[in-house]
């Protein structure tokens, strides 16, 4: 079984956990059946539930009626999943700023795990 954690701002906020919590009930349900699917599958999840977006960062794909998803995430250390952001999609590729956006945070994250080992 994998952990889901939620990236966590300088400033405190967790904008994948606040994205899920903005989001109308039907999909909110939804995605966290996926995350449930995530935590129990870990890498071994597939399309069309999860892909691949390339430099170890990957997509968790949900969608509801006409409404359509995205949640991104890395893992770290093995068994942790960490949970960046998400979005609602509306266009047919991921996009770019989304994918950069994701990078970002999980750099930071993974400066902060850094100095906390190195402190």
Excluded: C
Aim: avoid cysteine; charged fraction near 30%; charge should be positive.
């Amino acid at each position: 079984m994998f952990k889901i954690e939620w990236f966590e701002t300088d400033d405190g906020k967790k904008p994948a956990r606040d994205f899920l919590l903005s989001l109308d009930p039907k999909m909110r349900v939804k995605i966290i059946r996926n995350l449930k699917h995530l935590q129990e599958n870990g890498p071994g999840l597939r399309e069309p539930l999860s892909s691949p977006l390339g430099d170890k960062l990957f997509e968790l794909r949900t969608q509801t009626g006409g409404n359509i998803t995205r949640m991104l995430y890395f893992f770290y250390a093995g068994q942790t999943i960490i949970v960046t952001h998400g979005f609602t999609k509306k266009t047919q590729k991921t996009p770019a700023a989304e994918i950069k956006r994701a990078r970002q945070y999980r750099q930071i994250y993974l400066e902060r795990k850094k100095a906390a080992k190195d402190g």
